[in-house]
């Protein structure tokens, strides 16, 4: 029996027969396109061996981001390993007080516990700080960006050259449903959102994506299950996700929508609920999101805008069946909106529902992190 | 390779590792105790090699149906398999005019046009046909009945005893729903329901269930997937439903939802809206419904209320993660319901957020129907 035991192997073993979609070219203005070592910032990945802390190095090199030099940091238990990048080998270093000393630009990506630590740290010694955790994220002062909804929020930053600051990435189920609410919203204001979520494995790291893949082989083999990260089987089922229960009956996946889509879209009035649900998918989440308007908004105009917005692809051929699934965004950068459709359930055009597909380890992660540090630049 | 030729021996290579809740007793007026084959209706079956009709005979044995005689009836392609049931051997006859001569009651599921070939025909000879397709179920005249929700839909065929009759079983997504929706809708009436499905293989058949856990093996191997029922990759992905998209850009399957709760909770009012996905579960299906209520309706009341409600079984444990899941339900009678919480997006105590999780096979169409069967009785 094949396991994984590297990420990167599950791209090509679990993505084999996927119907792959044109990725819309996009020549925004995040796309950087030199990629001199001479002229960039000094930067640092911090949690480089974990899923995300791998995709921020894919990223920047995709995107050829500019950088003087790079530090490859994770925990004393990983310290040692060696990365290749972009035709460097580096061996990963070990997290400490000393290591941002001449570092503009960190990406973390290693928890919570480890940005609370280390966050504060590293903005002392003047690094501007991409915190992919959800530490900071709705701490006063600290901006939570998407930049393609709210690259305001940088200003104060960007104002500020050369001190140290945080800057917090969104929770990944965020970013993705308002890439595709936002440009709606911006015509006429969303009053309410009713949110489903189709969560993938990859959210709760790497591990979770091998036992996901190891259970599958242990089911068709009518072996009993091994569960070590979800305490419940995973293959061929679904669960509520497996974050803490707070005590409104909320996950706290489904209060980070609630609240980062406040703090993003700066509008206290607006009304989120949701169900978190993990399902036994790789890497991409899907949405299930029924929107109300405060003025009228009819499909074809809601269609129309998200054709035009950035890093959002539409995919909505009612004829084929043809709607955006999560197999087609994984490893894509574009979030995918498809089952654009006026809510029988509300009265004229004042509510739509739309299905929302992003790829949780790039736009809900990496992609959005790196994007934030390239508006730095 | 091993391959699954027949829908029974997923149950127990699928569900390998799941916990297994104990069931609710359910000592309830459908409890049928006693199974004289001489003294009960005669009876047929028609689609009995398909997954439900299969399941049917599953339901009548566990249930101790009682009846004179059965046919065990199919297509043409079908006819001459043998079929074991409650200790006799049947061959399995070809569905023709003449089928259902001295058949009291027949149990429908085999598909649409079937049903509207033979489901005259069969009310022509004296028969009561209880049918799972969707052929009558919006007809004006024909009750659609969940046992739970409105049994009195039926009193109008009970009180024509003798005379042949059509009866609808409802989508699967519909009983499901409603089975957890009708008792708070008693209590406070729901003015509007957003549900978003996580639909499983079964609802598309046994082939459909094959198909999936084919694939899978495919994926895990690193082959393409062979993809025959749907146009697309099933395994590690997941689909809006596969039913055709009306004009209105709902697909037939959300449609159901819409239009059957009209009927069964005989309100034309309610507002419903529904996204239905197909996810890679075998055979349950779990659903994420937002409630609005025309009075308050507190989340410890609704509770209370689901935990005296027949047919479900609360599983809503905060503190350990605890919630409805398909694996659980699968095989069993009762619908799950649990992440029972007041909605933070409504006033006051206007909305609830619940998540329902139902056997597709069993409550979902084979139960449902055999529950209304017997209700003639």
Same mark, same amino acid.
């Given at each position: ?30 796309? %950087?396109?030199?990629? *001199?070592?001479?002229? @960039?910032? $000094? =930067? ?6 974990? #899923? +995300? ?49 001449? %570092?503009?630009?960190? *990406?973390?990506?290693? @928890?919570? $516990? =480890? ?6 740290? #590293? +903005? ?53 449903? *308002? ?14 959102? +009713? ?183």
């Amino acid at each position: 029996m094949a396991t994984l035991t590297h990420p990167t192997r599950l791209k090509t073993t679990l993505f084999g027969g996927a119907r792959i979609p044109t990725p819309k070219s996009r020549p925004g203005p995040f796309r %950087v396109r030199m990629s *001199l070592q001479e002229s @960039g910032p $000094s =930067i640092a990945v911090v949690g480089v061996t974990g #899923a +995300v802390g791998q995709e921020f190095l894919s990223v920047l090199h995709d995107r050829d981001f500019p950088y003087r030099s790079i530090k490859m940091l994770a925990s004393k238990r990983s310290a040692g390993q060696k990365v290749s990048f972009e035709g460097q080998n580096y061996v990963v270093e070990e997290l400490t007080r000393d290591s941002f000393d001449g %570092v503009e630009i960190a *990406l973390f990506s290693a @928890g919570g $516990s =480890i940005s609370k630590e280390f966050g504060p740290i #590293a +903005v002392e010694r003047g690094t501007i700080v991409v915190d992919n955790s959800s530490a900071f994220r709705m701490q006063d002062g600290v901006p939570l960006v998407v930049p393609e909804v709210n690259p305001e929020a940088m200003e104060g930053i960007k104002a500020g050259k050369g001190k140290g600051a945080l800057i917090a990435n969104p929770n990944c189920s965020t970013i993705i449903c *308002l890439m595709a609410a936002t440009p709606l919203h911006r015509h006429s204001k969303v009053k309410r959102m +009713v949110v489903s979520t189709y969560q993938a494995a990859s959210g709760a790291g790497a591990a979770a994506m091998r036992e996901l893949e190891l259970q599958t082989h242990e089911v068709l083999e009518g072996k009993p299950v091994t569960c070590e990260i979800f305490q419940r089987q995973y293959a061929f089922n679904l669960f509520s996700h497996n974050s803490a229960v707070l005590p409104n009956g909320y996950n706290e996946e489904e209060m980070k929508l609630v609240k980062e889509t406040r703090k993003i879209w700066n509008d206290k009035d607006v009304k989120v609920t949701a169900t978190c649900i993990r399902v036994p998918v790789m890497r991409a989440h899907a949405e299930s999101v029924n929107l109300e308007f405060e003025k009228p908004l009819d499909e074809d105009t809601a269609r129309d805008i998200l054709k035009k917005a950035p890093g959002v692809v539409v995919i909505d051929d009612r004829s084929s069946n043809n709607f955006p699934t999560p197999l087609e965004v994984s490893n894509k950068d574009d979030v995918a909106v498809g089952r654009i459709r006026r809510d029988v359930s509300q009265e004229g055009n004042y509510g739509l529902d739309i299905f929302v597909c992003g790829d949780q380890i790039r736009k809900g992660a990496a992609l959005n992190a790196v994007q934030i540090a390239e508006m730095l630049l």
